[in-house]
C-alpha cells in the first residue's frame, strides 16, 4: 500500500491548477465540500463510507518520479507546475461527517479547506472513494435492517472490480455485515472471513458424498456443506449421514428458497439435525431477504446486489468550491447557478435536531460564512485531517471497527420510517440556515 | 504494480484447497471455463473486457510472507497448505475470446486448464477483472455506436471505485471510446487523455471573464471553455470576446441538451465561431446520446452512466468446474443440476458462422469431450497464457490498442439487429453441438 494515488486523477485538475499556478489565484484559501444532492433511488437516507480510506489514500497523494515523467512526456502542465507538484504534499484540513454516519440531501458530508491548488487536485480521489463506498455501505445497511437478527456475509467480489471488492467489503463490515468471503479485506481492514466450499468442489469427486467426507476430514462436522449441486434433499441427507446430526450448516445456493427453506428445516429436523445452520445464497437483495423473515433462514450470504449498491452503484456525490478568501481577506461564498444544477455556497456546519426522546426530526445545516451556528443539536462535524495530517482513530482496522460502531448508534437515532424498503421521501429533511 | 494479489480470493477456494490437498485430488488435471447465463438487460451482445488486465494480476497472484503470515494467524488452511502456497505459480493454460469480441449466452469466454489446486484458487480474481471490465465494455461500446462519428471521452472517475475507474477507462478505449479524463489510465494503458477545467475554476475567479482570460493564457485558444457557471448564453459571448473566434471548443455540463445545443450553436456562429465545438457532459446515456443525433454537438463526455454499466454494473459471469481427467486417463465432463443454475459439463470450442457476406448468424460451441470440431466458422479461442506464461501481445498499452482493432472488426460482423437499443433477444443464438 506505498503506491502514488496522485494519477488517480482527472486531467482538468492538473489543467486548471496550471492556469491557477501562472495567474496568482492557486493560493486563495479555498472551501471545498462534498454533498449528494439527492438519495438514490427513493431511499430514506445514506450512509457515509470510505472516510478512512480516503484518509490513507490522501496520505500517497504525492507525485513520484514516475508520474512526474509521465506527465512531462505528456505536456499535461507546465514545467513550472511539475515542480510544484514534486512537491506537493496536502498540508490543508479535513472536516467530516464519521464513517457510518447517515445523511440526507445536501448534508456536507466533507469539507477541505486548503489553498485552491492543493485542494483542487484532490477532487476525483475524494469522489472516488465516497461515492462508491458510501453506495455499498447504503445498500448494505437496508439489507442489515431486512435481516433483522440474521447476520449476513457478504460475498460479491467476484462481481466488482477486484480492487473495489476489498473497500465493497469494508463499508458492507461498517454497515453491519457479519462477515465476508474476501480475503484481502480480512488481511487489511481486520474484517471476519467465511466461506467452505464451491460446487466445483463436489464436482471434482466422484460422488458428493466423497466430497463431504473430503471437506469434514479437513475442517470438522461443524463445517457448511453446499448441498444443491444435484439434489438438494440427496444432499442433505447425505450430508447428516456423513456429518452426523452435529452437522454445522448447509448452504443453498439456488431454487426457489422461501418455498425450499421450510423443507429444508423440517429434513434436517427429521434426520436429528435439529442444530444445523440452513445458510441461503441465491441472488439475494434486500427484498429477498425479507421475503425470507418468516422463513427460518439462518445467514444470509449475499453477493452482486451488494456490490453494486443493490440498484445505485453511485451515490453522485459531488465536490464543489463553496468559498474562497479574496485579497482583503473576506471570505466569499460561491455557487454556480448550472440548469438544474445549483449549489449553496458558503461553508457550512451541520447538526442533527433530536425530539426528547433522542429520535432525529431534523437535517440543520447553517451557513456560516452567513452567521456561526448556535444550535443544540447533535454536532456531525468532526476534524478528520490537520495540517495535512489524519488522526489516527480512523485509520485501518481500528478506524472500521469505530465506524461500524458509529453507524449503529447513528441508526438508532433514526425515525421508524427511515426503515421502510419502498421508495419515498428522505427520513429528515434538510434545513439550510 | 508489482503488489500480490492471492489474497483477492474468497476463502472458499482455499479451504477447497485444503481439502483437496488432504485427500488428493488437488492434483486431478481439471478444465474451468467462464461464461454467462444471460446478457443483462435484454442486450443484444456482450463485450469481453478486462482479459489483458487479468493476465498480468494471474502473473501477480503469488504468497508472499505478509499473506501466508496472514493465512496462518487466521488458521484458514492448515501448515501443509500454506507450504504448498508458499511455492505457487500458476503453470496451467488459459484460452479464450480476444479481449474486444463479442459474445451471446453460453459463450465460453474463458477457458483455464491445470491441476484443480491451481485453478480452483484463480476464481475470484478471474471473475472481478472479467465481469467488471465486460460490463463498461457492453456499455460503452453501445454508446459508441449511438454516437455515430462523434467521438466520446470517458469522464466518469469520480462515480466509480478509484482502481475501478482505471480499469474501467481502459474497457471503454477498448470498445470504442475516443479518451479519457483518467491520468492514470493515461499513464499505465496509453489511453490519450483530456479535460480542462471545471466550475470550481470559475469560481474562484472574481469574474467569468477572468477566469477565461487564465485559461487561454494557459492553453491557448484552442482550448475547451466551460459557459455553463451562471448564464450559459453570457458565457459564450464571454468566451468569444476573450478568445476570438478562434475558440477551440465550449462545453455545456447542464440544461436541457436537445433544446440548448442548437441555439448555442446559432449563437457560436453569430459570433464568427463557426469552428467552436460543442462538447456536452451532462448525465448521459447510450440513450440521451441517441436523443442528441439531431442536435449539433461535436464531442460527447460521458461518466456516472459508463462506469456503472449503464444500468448493469457486474456481467453475471461464472466460472464452472465442466470436466477433469481421472486416474484411468479419462476426462469426465461435469455439471451442476441445481435449480435455475444448471450447467453444461464438457470442455468447448466455440466458433462464429458467418454468412456470404460476413455477417454472423450464430455462436456454435462444440463440446469436445462429445466429438471434436469440424467447423469452417471463425475460430474464437486464442491461447493466452500457455505454460503459465502469458502471450506478451496482450498486455500492457499494446494489448489494449489490440483489443480496440479487434473489438472493431467483431462488431462489423454483426447483424443490424444488434445495434438495438432496447430490450430484446441476443443477436445470436448460442448452439451447444
Same mark, same amino acid.
Given at each position: 500500500?506505498?503506491?502514488?494515488?496522485?494519477?488517480?486523477?482527472?486531467?482538468?485538475?492538473?489543467?486548471?491548477?496550471?492556469?491557477?499556478?501562472?495567474?496568482?489565484?492557486?493560493?486563495?484559501?479555498?472551501?471545498?465540500?462534498?454533498?449528494?444532492?439527492?438519495?438514490?433511488? *427513493?431511499?430514506?437516507?445514506?450512509?457515509?463510507?470510505?472516510?478512512?480510506?480516503?484518509?490513507?489514500?490522501?496520505?500517497?497523494?504525492?507525485?513520484?518520479?514516475?508520474?512526474?515523467?509521465?506527465?512531462?512526456?505528456?505536456?499535461?502542465?507546465?514545467?513550472?507546475?511539475?515542480?510544484?507538484?514534486?512537491?506537493?504534499?496536502?498540508?490543508?484540513?479535513?472536516? *467530516?461527517?464519521?464513517?457510518?454516519?447517515?445523511?440526507?440531501?445536501?448534508?456536507?458530508?466533507?469539507?477541505?479547506?486548503?489553498?485552491?491548488?492543493?485542494?483542487?487536485?484532490?477532487?476525483?480521489?475524494?469522489?472516488?472513494?465516497?461515492?462508491?463506498?458510501?453506495?455499498?455501505?447504503?445498500?448494505?445497511?437496508?439489507?442489515?435492517?431486512?435481516?433483522?437478527?440474521?447476520?449476513?456475509?457478504?460475498?460479491?467480489?467476484?462481481?466488482?472490480?477486484?480492487?473495489?471488492?476489498?473497500?465493497?467489503?469494508?463499508?458492507?463490515?461498517?454497515?453491519?455485515?457479519?462477515?465476508?468471503?474476501?480475503?484481502?479485506?480480512?488481511?487489511?481492514?481486520?474484517?471476519?472471513?467465511?466461506?467452505?466450499?464451491?460446487?466445483?468442489?463436489?464436482?471434482?469427486?466422484?460422488?458428493?458424498?466423497?466430497?463431504?467426507?473430503?471437506?469434514?476430514?479437513?475442517?470438522?462436522?461443524?463445517?457448511?456443506?453446499?448441498?444443491?449441486?444435484?439434489?438438494?434433499?440427496?444432499?442433505?441427507?447425505?450430508?447428516?449421514?456423513?456429518?452426523?446430526?452435529?452437522?454445522?450448516?448447509?448452504?443453498?445456493?439456488?431454487?426457489?428458497?422461501?418455498?425450499?427453506?421450510?423443507?429444508?428445516?423440517?429434513?434436517?429436523?427429521?434426520?436429528?439435525?435439529?442444530?444445523?445452520?440452513?445458510?441461503?445464497?441465491?441472488?439475494?437483495?434486500?427484498?429477498?431477504?425479507?421475503?425470507?423473515?418468516?422463513?427460518?433462514?439462518?445467514?444470509? *450470504?449475499?453477493?452482486?446486489?451488494?456490490?453494486?449498491?443493490?440498484?445505485?452503484?453511485?451515490?453522485?456525490?459531488?465536490?464543489?468550491?463553496?468559498?474562497?478568501?479574496?485579497?482583503?481577506?473576506?471570505?466569499?461564498?460561491?455557487?454556480?447557478?448550472?440548469?438544474?444544477?445549483?449549489?449553496?455556497?458558503?461553508?457550512?456546519?451541520?447538526?442533527?435536531?433530536?425530539?426528547?426522546?433522542?429520535?432525529?426530526?431534523?437535517?440543520?445545516?447553517?451557513?456560516?460564512?452567513?452567521?456561526?451556528?448556535?444550535?443544540?443539536?447533535?454536532?456531525?462535524?468532526?476534524?478528520?485531517?490537520? *495540517?495535512?495530517?489524519?488522526?489516527?482513530?480512523?485509520?485501518?482496522?481500528?478506524?472500521?471497527?469505530?465506524?461500524?460502531?458509529?453507524?449503529?448508534?447513528?441508526?438508532?437515532?433514526?425515525?421508524?420510517?427511515?426503515?421502510?424498503?419502498?421508495?419515498?421521501?428522505?427520513?429528515?429533511?434538510?434545513?439550510?440556515?
Amino acid at each position: 500500500m506505498t503506491s502514488s494515488t496522485a494519477l488517480l486523477t482527472d486531467r482538468y485538475e492538473l489543467t486548471m491548477l496550471d492556469a491557477a499556478l501562472a495567474d496568482g489565484s492557486y493560493a486563495r484559501e479555498s472551501v471545498f465540500e462534498v454533498f449528494g444532492r439527492r438519495l438514490p433511488l *427513493g431511499r430514506r437516507y445514506g450512509v457515509v463510507g470510505g472516510t478512512g480510506r480516503l484518509l490513507e489514500l490522501i496520505g500517497r497523494f504525492r507525485f513520484g518520479d514516475a508520474e512526474l515523467e509521465w506527465l512531462r512526456r505528456e505536456h499535461v502542465v507546465s514545467a513550472e507546475t511539475l515542480d510544484w507538484l514534486a512537491d506537493y504534499r496536502f498540508t490543508g484540513t479535513i472536516t *467530516g461527517y464519521r464513517e457510518g454516519e447517515v445523511y440526507f440531501p445536501g448534508s456536507p458530508i466533507l469539507t477541505v479547506e486548503a489553498p485552491f491548488g492543493e485542494g483542487v487536485i484532490l477532487e476525483t480521489l475524494v469522489l472516488s472513494v465516497l461515492n462508491y463506498d458510501s453506495a455499498i455501505a447504503t445498500a448494505a445497511s437496508r439489507m442489515v435492517h431486512a435481516a433483522g437478527d440474521r447476520p449476513i456475509a457478504e460475498m460479491g467480489s467476484r462481481r466488482a472490480n477486484e480492487d473495489a471488492a476489498v473497500a465493497a467489503t469494508r463499508a458492507a463490515y461498517i454497515a453491519g455485515f457479519a462477515a465476508s468471503s474476501n480475503l484481502e479485506a480480512g488481511r487489511v481492514w481486520g474484517i471476519p472471513t467465511m466461506g467452505t466450499a464451491a460446487h466445483a468442489f463436489t464436482l471434482l469427486h466422484d460422488t458428493e458424498e466423497e466430497a463431504f467426507r473430503s471437506q469434514i476430514a479437513a475442517m470438522g462436522v461443524g463445517t457448511t456443506l453446499l448441498v444443491d449441486t444435484y439434489d438438494v434433499k440427496t444432499g442433505i441427507e447425505t450430508a447428516v449421514r456423513v456429518a452426523g446430526p452435529k452437522l454445522g450448516g448447509i448452504r443453498l445456493d439456488s431454487g426457489d428458497l422461501p418455498k425450499l427453506v421450510g423443507k429444508v428445516r423440517a429434513q434436517l429436523d427429521s434426520l436429528g439435525a435439529t442444530g444445523t445452520k440452513i445458510t441461503v445464497t441465491n441472488d439475494l437483495d434486500e427484498y429477498a431477504i425479507a421475503a425470507l423473515s418468516a422463513s427460518p433462514v439462518d445467514n444470509y *450470504g449475499v453477493g452482486t446486489s451488494l456490490v453494486t449498491g443493490s440498484g445505485a452503484p453511485a451515490s453522485g456525490m459531488v465536490y464543489k468550491l463553496v468559498a474562497y478568501r479574496n485579497e482583503s481577506g473576506d471570505w466569499v461564498p460561491v455557487a454556480k447557478n448550472s440548469d438544474g444544477k445549483a449549489s449553496i455556497g458558503g461553508r457550512k456546519v451541520p447538526v442533527r435536531h433530536l425530539d426528547s426522546a433522542g429520535i432525529a426530526t431534523s437535517e440543520v445545516v447553517h451557513i456560516v460564512t452567513r452567521r456561526p451556528p448556535r444550535d443544540a443539536g447533535r454536532e456531525l462535524l468532526v476534524t478528520l485531517m490537520s *495540517g495535512g495530517e489524519a488522526d489516527a482513530s480512523f485509520l485501518g482496522p481500528d478506524g472500521v471497527k469505530a465506524a461500524r460502531a458509529h453507524h449503529r448508534r447513528a441508526i438508532e437515532e433514526l425515525p421508524e420510517e427511515a426503515f421502510r424498503l419502498g421508495a419515498g421521501d428522505p427520513a429528515l429533511t434538510t434545513l439550510f440556515v
